[in-house]
């Protein structure tokens, strides 16, 4: 038959319609080639049919879940709706019998269970696939599962003192204490903090008891980080979390809340490493006096506690023999020789209580970005063993760091004169 040139042009168009009404009515299924093989597992971590693979096709967009029926109709979700995209390959998914967590009526746990093994029986799988235009596509099929390890990997006594610490180094409530008891081994078991910001700080175990993710007790000594040189976590209130999962993929986890106040990496410094001295030669009962600044280099409290500024010692006393003791965490500015049967045997606080230092909760502190001047004398009462010798200043972090920068500054050649 001879077609016009006329008629061209409506010919076309009609086989266009024609290939296209042909190509609608041959339009692959929204899901295909769907399996789940094999039909039986027994998922208990032992290596052997742990584990079903699930294969699909999809051959357009779509919102794609699968879950799990029991007997009774109860639903379980193994992956909640989520959009996927068209794909030349089948997508593929590994399921151990592990699913979105609940919680049997008769049972009540201190944590919360995010996946949980569902219980020995005979399932309907059911994969549904629905595209924003209202196509939808559901496959189901059966699977059985016996001697699945449905023991969760409990958390028990998780507990944190005290709740309120602060990680500065001053010696009070520097750390905190996590304790908990794990009711089985288990693949991993993560101790993290986290503030509103979401982000986490993670808290190493103190490996004292048992191994790693064994069952059992398990400890955690946290101090902000702040041993290992690092900036703690800024004042706030968080919350500590302890999550434990299983070798099979059951997750559970727990909650506890912790309160920072005062935290922060203390640095002080000798001002310039710069001391006054008033003198280089004494004769026997005369003073050596020291002038010198304390700088508060941080932003944290520093705490500190006497012999307090301009007291004057005697060469045959230390701190000790006027009443004072050794303090973790104080910071004091000493005095040292070259013949000092002890380490820095003079030593003074770092600024005046009221004046330089203000109170908190019965304990004396140089405030943040702070400076004091702190002036003490010791009376040369015998002549030294070595003489001239040499003093020199220290700032001490006691139980601590003496920071190399804080040590032996500016010494003074003293000679010491008998009369």
Known sequence: MKISRRMRPHFVGSVLLVLLILSACGQKPLLQDVSVTPDLITPNADGQTDLTRITFTLNRNAIVSIKLFDAGG????????????????PYTVYFGGVVDGFTLPEEAHDFI??????????YTWEIRAETEEGESAVVTGTLTIQNADTALPGIRGFTVSPQTFSPNQDGIDDRTRINLTLDKDVESLRVYLEGPDGTPHAIPEDEQVNRLNTKG???YDYDGGIDAGAEPPPDGDYTVFAEAQDKMGQRVIARQ?????????PRAYILNGEVKYSATSLVISETLCFTLTVENDSATYLRTTGPWPNTTYRSDQNFNTLGWSEESGVFRVAMDFDTSLRN?????????????????????????????????????????VRNPLYYWMGLIHEDVAIANVNNRVDPNFVTIWEP
């Open 257 to 265: 809340t912790l309160e920072i106040v005062n935290a922060g990496l």
């Open 344 to 384: 820095y045997p003079f030593r003074w606080g770092i600024g005046q209580p009221g004046v330089d230092l203000v109170q908190i909760d019965g304990n004396w502190y140089l405030p943040p970005n702070a400076r004091s001047q702190v002036t003490g004398c010791v009376q040369i009462v015998e002549v030294p």
């Open 74 to 89: 109860q639903a379980y979700i193994f992956r909640a709706p989520r959009r996927l995209s068209l794909n030349d390959k």
């Open 113 to 122: 269970i995010v996946k949980r093994m569902v219980p020995d029986g005979v």
């Open 217 to 219: 007790w398990h400890t």
